[in-house]
């Protein structure tokens, strides 16, 4: 059974370019969210699809979006990069939009130069 | 606001010696106390979910516990390999988690 896989691993962008980065949810699951991981921070919650709809978002500017596809993978886009974007940007999926427990994927090491 | 502290930051012991990490947390309406193991430049792995005061869960060495405002994770005869960050995240009312900074657990031969 396949976890949740994440692509690229690491990623190497300048300030003011866009990123998109993919995540495949763990079989059976059908919600995906994404966090950033500062070093030494815990992750913090940046937004949730179900239903190829984001349902809820953190406090993050609109420069973060995604999308979900109909298979339930998942991308994270973010547009005009800062210094500050980079990061472990981890993708978790679980089954509905909130009761169930959220397990992670290996991350996506972003640094923004 | 939600809010999760995790103390202390780091903890090194000695293999064999046990101790024990602390929690605390400010959330609406808890829905869910999550501890994760992280090993550097990984994802997060789940270890437990405790959702009302008084249980415990354990597994291995590691045993969790829950109260009111706090949530504790006893690490008891530890190995080397236990050595990882251990991540505490706290669910609220609207279903969003909310981590601490975790700490840093080193064990020693």
């Known amino acids: 059974d396949a976890g949740v896989t994440q692509s690229p691993t690491h990623l190497i962008k300048t300030r003011g370019q866009q990123v998109t980065l993919r995540c495949s949810p763990k079989?059976?699951?059908?919600?995906v969210s994404w966090y950033q991981q500062a070093l030494g921070q815990g992750p913090q919650f940046i937004f949730q699809y179900y239903e190829e709809e984001e349902r809820q978002r953190g406090n993050f500017p609109d420069r973060f979006s995604g999308h979900q596809f109909p298979n339930y993978s998942s991308e994270l886009n973010v547009n005009a990069l800062l210094l500050g974007d980079s990061a472990l940007y981890l993708c978790a999926s679980s089954f509905g939009t909130g009761r169930d427990t959220q397990y992670f994927g290996p991350g996506t090491r972003l640094t923004v130069l | 606001e939600d809010q999760v502290t995790q103390s202390p930051e780091a903890l090194r012991l000695q293999e064999g010696e046990s101790s024990s990490l602390n929690c605390s947390y400010t959330?609406?309406?808890?829905?869910?106390l999550f501890w994760y193991r992280q090993d550097p430049g990984k994802g997060p792995e789940f270890l437990f979910t405790?959702?009302?005061a008084g249980e415990e869960k354990e597994k291995e060495r590691l045993k969790a516990t829950l109260t009111k405002k706090e949530s504790f994770l006893h690490i008891t005869a530890p190995k080397p390999e236990d050595s990882a960050t251990y991540l505490c995240?706290?669910?609220?009312?609207?279903?969003?988690?909310?981590f601490g900074a975790g700490t840093t657990v080193t064990v020693r031969a």
């Open positions: 959330v609406s309406g808890l829905r869910g």
């Open positions: 079989s059976g699951h059908d919600t």
């Open positions: 405790l959702y009302s």
């Open positions: 995240a706290a669910r609220s009312n609207d279903y969003k988690l909310s």
